[in-house]
């Protein structure tokens, strides 16, 4: 499975950082989730829980509070809490 | 001087060291625990950095309210300095250099945000109005405080209380060198936002040789730029002061220590200086002590 670069980092702790397969982030917009080639993509997220599948098959998961964003380009995606 | 008299400046000396002495190992302590916690926020300004500066080319960022510029007329300083003292010439580098900028203006015209009471004292008893101070009293940066801060710049600057505010602190190079800096945080521009960025990329390591990542030519913005924006840039605004004081706080752990290593080396040097003095005047209280023995005997003998 191809995998992608996912950063995800809040004030002063950076939570992820490194290779994963998908991640499922709760959008403002709805709940999406962001494979590898996603297409270029900024978000702003609301309430609710982020879940990483990281390349290594362990699974993460974190909690969202609105205002965050996550940002998808060029096979990277980074997510701020 | 009496031999007395020496006996105590030596041990009043070495007392002394031993004080300076500890101070420098609890200062070097805290200072590793401040760059740590520099280095993981790094992470955080770096990608929401990115995410401004790949927005500013689909959307107007010089339209958002905090990043409006507009004639200056009153100034809110933001001074970051410490609490205590005995950390060399970090707080007067500070001080100087905010003195430096608020030279030209009225003192009706400059507001002093506190953070640390050695600069708080300074501006307080010149007369310039510090609606807020803030303790600069814990090893760390407390989060709480920071955000409180950032909130009240942001509403103050929006409410027309002040048209820009301007942060003096101490850029943290490294142990042995701490720049007293001056940086205008809002208006927030994205010059001012990737020196920061830049300022916080070590020279060398992990992040050091880390390009800019191309940005793509057409972004999906979700609800809209507006919105992201909207809550991009009050976190920019809050990162920015983040740094700022994680930038003063490793500073003025790293200055207290090279302070108290120079202090106990000076009495180190002292007690040394003071032992040598010790043993010559001893030893000329002996010589005379024996060259009158020897001078009575021979009295008596003749």
Do not use: C
Request: net charge positive; charged share 25%; aromatic share 6%.
């Amino acid at each position: 499975m191809k995998t992608f670069h996912l950063t995800i980092a809040r004030v002063g702790e950076n939570l992820f950082d490194g290779e994963a397969n998908a991640v499922r982030l709760p959008g403002t917009e709805g709940v999406f989730t962001v494979l590898a080639n996603h297409e270029p993509t900024v978000a702003e997220l609301s309430q609710g829980e982020a879940y990483v599948e990281a390349a290594d098959g362990q699974a993460y998961h974190f909690e969202v509070h609105a205002g965050g964003i996550a940002e998808i380009s060029s096979n990277q995606a980074t997510v701020i809490l | 001087m009496a031999l007395k008299d020496i006996k105590n400046q030596i041990s009043a000396k070495k007392r002394t060291n031993k004080v300076t002495r500890a101070m420098e190992a609890v200062s070097a302590a805290k200072m590793r625990k401040t760059q740590g916690s520099a280095i993981a926020g790094r992470p955080y300004a770096r990608a929401a950095l990115s995410v401004l500066a790949r927005l500013s080319g689909s959307a107007d960022l010089a339209r958002h309210p905090l990043a409006r510029e507009r004639a200056v007329k009153k100034t809110a300083l933001v001074l970051i300095t410490s609490d205590k003292g005995l950390a060399g010439a970090l707080n007067s580098g500070v001080i100087k250099e905010a003195a430096r900028f608020v030279k030209g203006r009225d003192v009706n015209d400059v507001i002093v945000y506190a953070y640390g009471r050695k600069g708080e004292e300074y501006f307080r008893r010149r007369g310039y109005a510090i609606p807020e101070a803030f303790e600069n009293k814990r090893d760390d940066v407390p989060l709480s405080v920071m955000q409180e801060l950032s909130r009240k710049l942001s509403a103050g600057f929006l409410a027309g209380e002040f048209d820009e505010v301007v942060a003096a602190y101490s850029n943290f190079r490294s142990t042995f060198e701490q720049v007293p800096t001056l940086r205008k945080l809002l208006p927030l521009s994205l010059e001012g936002i990737s020196r920061l960025v830049s300022d916080i990329t070590p020279a060398k390591g992990k992040w050091s040789d880390d390009a800019p990542v191309a940005s793509p030519a057409s972004y999906m913005v979700e609800p809209s730029p507006e919105e992201v924006l909207a809550v991009l840039v009050p976190r920019l605004v809050a990162v920015s002061l983040y740094h700022m004081l994680l930038e003063a706080k490793a500073s003025e752990h790293s200055a207290r220590m090279v302070a108290m290593k120079s202090a106990s080396d000076k009495s180190d040097e002292m007690a040394e200086l003071l032992t040598r003095k010790y043993n010559k005047v001893r030893q000329a209280a002996i010589t005379r002590e024996v060259s009158e023995i020897v001078g009575g005997r021979e009295a008596l003998a003749s």
